[in-house]
């Protein structure tokens, strides 16, 4: 009896030896995850902040020069009036601006974290934590993730639909 007690003691131990190292893997993991994910957004962030400057820096000069210079060649060359002449070329760094704009929000979408908030969210941590799969099931937290979205874009959908208001 005493023979058993030892051995079922000494198995309990291994089985707490082999859990613990499976978490000090599981959190070096974690941990490589969360320092490439950090690194990526600095590096997306980087990029937008570069993005951003080279916008500026352009906007202002060259810009301006052809701005001036389209506003000079529509005055004199075609019959716009000054008021014409001047809005056409505003119009123009509207769409510019536009455009530069909307590259820096496409950048700075990589600063969000998503590939570490995924997986805190299968350990049950943070605001995705309710519609992920749990750690020890083989659904893709991206799936998972993914089939949230199309279930609240269909609640809206049909929100809309039964108060009246049209729209996607």
């Not at 082999?18 to 993991?29: E, H, I, P």
């Not at 490589?32 to 906007?59: E, F, K, P, Y």
């Not at 056409?88 to 510019?96: D, E, G, N, R, T």
């Not at 020890?136 to 809206?156: F, T």
Request: hydrophobic share 50%.
């Amino acid at each position: 009896m005493a023979d058993e007690l030892r051995e079922a003691l000494r198995q309990i131990g291994q089985t707490g030896q082999a859990s613990l190292s499976a978490a000090g893997d599981t959190a070096k993991a974690l941990r490589a995850l969360v320092a490439a994910d950090v690194s990526l957004a600095r590096s997306a962030l980087g990029r937008t902040l570069a993005m951003s400057g080279v916008a500026i820096v352009c906007g202002a000069t060259a810009w301006l020069f052809l701005m001036g210079a389209l506003v000079v060649f529509l005055n004199g060359a075609t019959v716009l009036t000054w008021t014409a002449a001047l809005l056409i070329p505003a119009a123009l760094s509207l769409v510019a601006a536009g455009i530069a704009t909307w590259a820096a929000v496409h950048y700075f979408g990589f600063t969000r974290l998503d590939a570490t908030r995924r997986q805190l969210a299968r350990l049950g941590v943070g605001e995705l934590s309710d519609v992920m799969p749990s750690p020890d099931s083989a659904e893709c937290a991206r799936d998972a993730e993914s089939a949230n979205d199309e279930k609240q874009r269909a609640l809206k959908q049909a929100q809309r639909v039964s108060t009246g208001q049209a729209g996607p």
